[in-house]
């Protein structure tokens, strides 16, 4: 009987856990917004055209990313195919001050970024 109890309670803790990372995936994948042009090209300007890797084809990468109250980006995932890349776009946008003043409404923002092969 204790063998059962033990068994129901891991198995819904189980449960339970996975339907919140669930969630939380799902909101990020439906709701983020896209940014407007300002946004866009002062990112463009912080990425910049030197990528230190070659690869064979062009990558699309999606960023989802947050404003905090300083105006500073906080990149919160990529879907970067590569850890190069997923490190690069990090490096260059985490913490990085944009003149962007955040909208109360719109926390949360995805953005697609072309990387071309050299």
Known sequence: MKNF?????????????AT????????????PVKPNEVLRS??????GNDF?????KENLVEV?????SDNELIVISTNANHKEIDYFIKNKLNY?????KLNKND???LI?????KS
């Open 5 to 17: 109890k033990l068994f129901i309670a891991v198995l819904t803790l189980t449960i339970f856990s």
């Open 20 to 31: 919140a990372s669930t969630n939380n995936n799902l909101f990020l994948e439906e709701n």
């Open 42 to 47: 002062e990112i463009a300007n912080l990425i």
């Open 52 to 56: 230190p890797y070659e690869f064979e």
């Open 64 to 68: 989802i990313f947050t404003l905090n």
């Open 96 to 100: 990085k001050k944009v003149s962007f």
């Open 107 to 109: 926390n949360i923002y």
């Open 112 to 116: 697609p970024i072309r990387i071309s």
